[in-house]
């Protein structure tokens, strides 16, 4: 049964969030807290430890794993290239509920691209998900929702406890989140670029952007 730990969102505990990284820095995989649901956290250069996230899913190898990088320096490690309309969108939007889709570096794993070539990437607002990231190594954390693949998402530590807690590592207890909706997700690999899933970010709002740039 996976532990909890707990952090207060306003007043980080660093040697409980150390906590937290070192056991995925192990290989393990600890549930957190976004500025949307709870994430499932694993080392996103890890193969055997994206695999598993995979396994406490249950999700499909086609279907592909976003990240939540530490800053935008990390971006050079997975981006084959950054067009100016991402530039743009991340000078708006991030930190936040936006990920984008880069054409992936020739290594990245296809386990995180699910076939496709692409990977998504967002810097969080969460001050414990972005916390949690720059703890790990590449500076990339796994940020697939903390669910059994195609059952609704959670929004607090006890329930990913609930329906999680006997398949992952720990769980970082960080109070309940907003909910209702998943992150915006535009593809920047087209031109003009493609909202392909309209999230917290209102699709009007990125469109309106786009049409200034």
Not at 61 to 79: D, E, M, Q, T, V
Not at 90 to 113: C, E, I, K
């Amino acid at each position: 049964m996976a532990g909890i730990i707990r952090i207060n969102p306003s007043n980080l505990d660093p040697r409980a969030l150390e906590e937290a990284g070192k056991i995925i820095r192990k290989g393990g995989i600890v549930a957190y807290p976004t500025e949307t649901f709870y994430g499932l956290g694993a080392d996103g250069g890890s193969e055997s430890s994206v695999e598993k996230i995979f396994a406490v899913k249950g999700r499909d190898f086609n279907k592909p794993i976003p990240l939540i990088i530490a800053g935008r320096s990390h971006l050079a490690a997975w981006a084959a290239s950054i067009p100016e309309t991402a530039q743009q969108l991340m000078d708006r939007f991030w930190p936040g509920p936006l990920t984008l889709l880069f054409q992936a570096l020739p290594g990245v794993s296809s386990r995180l691209t699910g076939g496709t070539g692409k990977i998504g990437i967002r810097c969080s607002s969460n001050t414990i998900a972005a916390g949690l990231a720059a703890l790990i190594g590449g500076g990339a954390l796994t940020a697939t929702s903390a669910n059994l693949s195609g059952q609704e998402e959670c929004v607090s530590a006890g329930e990913v406890m609930d329906r999680l807690g006997s398949r992952i590592d720990a769980v970082i207890d960080g109070g309940t989140t907003p909910g209702e909706k998943g992150s915006t997700i535009v593809d920047v690999t087209a031109d003009p670029p493609v909202i392909i899933r309209e999230g917290v970010i209102p699709a009007s709002l990125i469109l309106d952007m786009l049409g200034k740039i």
